[in-house]
């Protein structure tokens, strides 16, 4: 007769699946987990670095000054009566925080596969707390923001606070879309490839470097599918006020597929938890 070994036990152990209502009351007994991984993120990402924490101000403020130059003196695009700058920084703050959030939340399975076949936690806690370790650079942008509209002229006002419920569906479509991927990653290691790119379309399709006015009305809701567009006109709207009007079918277009990519993501990450523990 054939025992198994110790690791057989330890694996079905790990890879067990749980209801829906124990799974979600484990989320909250490992709450703690969320912060510890988010901030152990943070510290890797700028070590070893000569500037640091700097780089989240030199990315979107480097990428500012060209979108303006290019996009705002050259191909002279029309900003609807707003400082192009504080346009373009208005949008690179949404999208640098989906874009990083997005990326490392699709890697995180993979870069912590010995986590995965070693102890038992709710796997759902990698790709959030990888998606939440981009707060720090997005509260860093938001300060640059503020020195961005003073040196523009336009004074901070009460609309000012929207950006609160806009950045949270921008952490909502971050960790959906991240659930995706990481859990295909986990299984086909193809997909890491697919992420730079599914940013880099992003970025293109999205109103970063220009306002979303320049996008044929016939094409629009086609357009607003995308769910950063109706985010970058909140964030946009909440910032400059009355020169930059929000469209609210774009905003309720975003949010439903905000919705429709969280909770798919979330049952296909639940049905192929079970399966990370030998693939990884």
């Known amino acids: 007769m054939r025992f198994p070994g110790p690791g057989a036990a330890v694996k079905l152990a790990i890879g067990s699946t749980q209801p829906w209502r124990l799974y979600w009351s ?17 510290l890797v990402r700028y ?14 403020a480097l990428t500012m000054a060209v979108f303006t130059l290019v996009f705002g003196h050259l191909a002279r695009l029309p900003s609807g009566g707003a400082p192009y700058p504080l346009l373009v920084f208005a949008a690179m703050l949404p999208w640098q925080f989906f874009a990083t959030a997005f990326a490392d939340a699709g890697n ?4 912590n596969t010995g986590m995965l076949s070693k102890v038992y936690f709710p796997r759902m806690v990698l790709p959030v707390s990888a998606a939440l370790a981009g707060v720090v650079d997005f509260l860093i942008g938001i300060a640059l923001l503020l020195v961005l509209m003073l040196a523009c002229g336009v004074t901070p006002g009460i609309r ?52 979303s ?23 946009r709207w909440a910032i400059l006020g009355d020169p930059y009007p929000i469209h609210g079918g774009s905003l309720l277009a975003s949010a439903c597929a905000v919705l429709l990519v969280l909770s798919t993501g979330i049952r296909y990450f639940r049905r192929t938890e079970r399966i990370f523990a030998d693939v990884a």
């Open 26 to 42: 484990d989320l909250w007994r490992f709450r703690e987990l969320f912060f510890f991984l988010a901030w152990r993120d943070v």
């Open 47 to 60: 070590k070893q670095t000569a500037l640091g924490v700097a780089w989240a101000v030199l990315r979107p």
């Open 108 to 111: 995180s399975l993979v870069n």
């Open 160 to 211: 000012l606070l929207a950006i609160v419920p806009y950045f949270a569906l921008t952490l909502l479509a971050a960790v959906g879309a991240g659930l995706w991927i990481s859990a295909l990653n986990i299984q086909y290691r193809d997909f890491r490839f697919v992420v730079p790119f599914v940013v880099q379309m992003g970025f293109f399709l999205s109103p970063v470097g220009y306002d």
């Open 213 to 235: 006015a320049v996008v044929p009305d016939a094409l629009y809701p086609l357009y607003a599918l995308n769910p950063m567009v109706g985010v970058i006109e909140g964030f």
